[in-house]
């Protein structure tokens, strides 16, 4: 049986800082983000805007094409959850009327979660031929101001629907799989920013993809010329460069990298922003193409593992409504960047949100939400 991803779609903010105006402040020269990290812009996130909010607007954009009662278990996958109790999941399955007989939790393991979620839903479907499970992957990142991680803030949230006979990628089951405890990147419950060693962080990456792909060829006896393209885990588009340089030497991964470089790092959405990216802005018919995807979260978890693109993708593709959405957001000022930072920043009715849902306030601890249109 076929299985793999039938719907995907992906969501971030209405507002960008450009990573010029970035440059400028923190005098630094601009070809040191874009051409030394590979990013020209990032999300930010207004009071209004969270992890929930965002997730929701993906998944709604990903159900529009499946039916809804099918969906008998919803994973939320993220590293920036704002509770440490109630599933960030609970809320998207209330605000998208999902039935109740439905399975809801959260995974952590930094930017590696979707594709623990994934391998856990296509489990299910495995034993549930008729079931389809949701995937969120929802991630809102922020560094403290004028460090090295800055300018590689961003954030986005992604949708999958995981179903048998899936229209967009058929998984394949094999993947090599490393797991080494490493602190390259973590945050600790007291805090609302992360920590980073940032050099450490690249090292492991790229030792984890050498280890993982070898793994993978072991178990599939396939070689390296049987992969028609790849996706690499992008926390900033120079990292998924050099990951691509080290696996295939010239082969380009430009199209993957076309949302994420005016996104920025959407952590555990990453990946499969990149995989997205790729079905959205290639010029070749990719129907067959066999496509290998690296996830890599700080830690550290890795994988590697190969999908099929499906005959009939193209016919999923949201594209030009992808390529709209970015186009249309709005510029702020360095300014109006700070007040995003400022935890104490609390205007929650004068900016736009990606989708229907919105957050209004907090109340005793308690996160207020408010539905703008009727899902």
């Given at each position: 049986?076929?299985?793999?991803?039938?719907?995907?779609?992906?969501?971030?903010?209405?507002?960008?800082?450009?990573?010029?105006?970035?440059?400028?402040?923190?005098?630094?020269d601009?070809?040191?983000?874009?051409?030394?990290?590979?990013?020209?812009?990032?999300?930010?996130?207004?009071?209004?805007?969270?992890?929930?909010?965002?997730?929701?607007d993906?998944?709604?954009?990903?159900?529009?094409?499946?039916?809804?009662?099918?969906?008998?278990?919803?994973?939320?996958?993220?590293?920036?959850?704002?509770?440490?109790?109630?599933?960030?999941?609970?809320?998207?399955?209330?605000?998208?009327?999902?039935?109740?007989?439905?399975?809801?939790?959260?995974?952590?393991?930094?930017?590696?979660?979707?594709?623990?979620?994934?391998?856990l839903?296509?489990?299910?479907?495995?034993?549930?031929?008729d079931?389809?499970?949701?995937?969120?992957?929802?991630?809102?990142?922020?560094?403290?101001?004028?460090?090295?991680?800055?300018?590689?803030?961003?954030?986005?949230?992604?949708?999958?629907v995981?179903?048998?006979?899936?229209?967009?990628?058929?998984?394949?089951?094999?993947?090599?799989?490393?797991?080494?405890?490493?602190?390259?990147?973590?945050?600790?419950?007291?805090?609302?920013?992360?920590?980073?060693?940032?050099?450490?962080?690249?090292?492991?990456?790229?030792?984890?993809?050498?280890i993982?792909?070898?793994?993978?060829?072991?178990?599939?006896?396939?070689?390296?010329?049987?992969i028609?393209?790849?996706?690499?885990?992008?926390?900033?588009?120079?990292?998924?460069?050099?990951?691509?340089?080290?696996?295939?030497?010239?082969?380009?991964?430009?199209?993957?990298?076309?949302?994420?470089?005016?996104?920025?790092?959407?952590?555990?959405?990453?990946?499969?922003?990149?995989?997205?990216?790729?079905?959205?802005?290639?010029?070749?018919?990719?129907?067959?193409?066999?496509?290998?995807?690296?996830?890599?979260?700080?830690?550290?978890?890795?994988?590697?593992?190969?999908?099929?693109?499906?005959?009939?993708?193209?016919?999923?593709?949201?594209?030009?409504?992808?390529?709209?959405?970015?186009?249309?957001r709005?510029?702020?000022?360095?300014?109006?960047?700070?007040?995003?930072c400022?935890?104490?920043?609390?205007?929650?009715?004068?900016?736009?949100?990606?989708?229907?849902?919105?957050?209004?306030?907090?109340?005793?601890?308690?996160?207020?939400?408010?539905?703008?249109?009727?899902?």
């Amino acid at each position: 049986m076929k299985i793999g991803i039938d719907s995907a779609a992906f969501s971030t903010s209405k507002y960008f800082l450009s990573l010029e105006t970035l440059a400028r402040r923190r005098n630094v020269d601009f070809a040191k983000y874009c051409s030394g990290i590979g990013q020209t812009k990032m999300a930010v996130f207004p009071p209004n805007e969270d992890i929930v909010t965002v997730g929701a607007d993906a998944a709604e954009k990903a159900l529009a094409a499946v039916p809804r009662d099918d969906i008998d278990m919803l994973i939320f996958a993220t590293e920036s959850s704002f509770d440490l109790s109630k599933s960030a999941g609970i809320y998207v399955h209330h605000f998208l009327n999902l039935r109740e007989d439905c399975r809801v939790f959260d995974l952590k393991q930094a930017c590696y979660s979707v594709t623990a979620a994934l391998r856990l839903a296509i489990s299910h479907v495995a034993e549930n031929p008729d079931s389809r499970v949701l995937v969120v992957g929802s991630d809102v990142v922020r560094y403290p101001p004028n460090t090295p991680g800055e300018p590689t803030q961003g954030g986005a949230a992604v949708a999958l629907v995981v179903s048998k006979d899936p229209r967009i990628l058929e998984v394949e089951p094999q993947a090599g799989v490393h797991t080494v405890d490493v602190t390259d990147f973590w945050r600790p419950a007291h805090l609302n920013e992360a920590l980073f060693d940032g050099k450490l962080s690249a090292r492991n990456y790229l030792k984890s993809l050498d280890i993982c792909v070898d793994r993978y060829f072991q178990k599939t006896n396939l070689k390296i010329s049987d992969i028609d393209h790849a996706c690499f885990h992008a926390p900033f588009g120079k990292m998924a460069l050099k990951a691509d340089r080290q696996l295939f030497g010239t082969r380009s991964i430009d199209k993957t990298l076309v949302y994420n470089s005016v996104i920025g790092n959407s952590c555990s959405a990453s990946l499969y922003i990149c995989f997205i990216s790729l079905t959205d802005n290639s010029e070749e018919d990719l129907s067959g193409r066999r496509t290998g995807f690296f996830s890599y979260g700080s830690g550290s978890v890795a994988e590697f593992f190969c999908g099929v693109i499906s005959e009939n993708y193209k016919c999923m593709s949201n594209a030009e409504k992808n390529r709209a959405a970015l186009a249309d957001r709005t510029e702020i000022s360095f300014r109006e960047y700070e007040s995003f930072c400022n935890p104490e920043f609390r205007i929650f009715d004068r900016y736009q949100n990606a989708g229907n849902l919105t957050l209004s306030g907090v109340s005793d601890c308690r996160r207020v939400y408010k539905i703008l249109e009727p899902y």
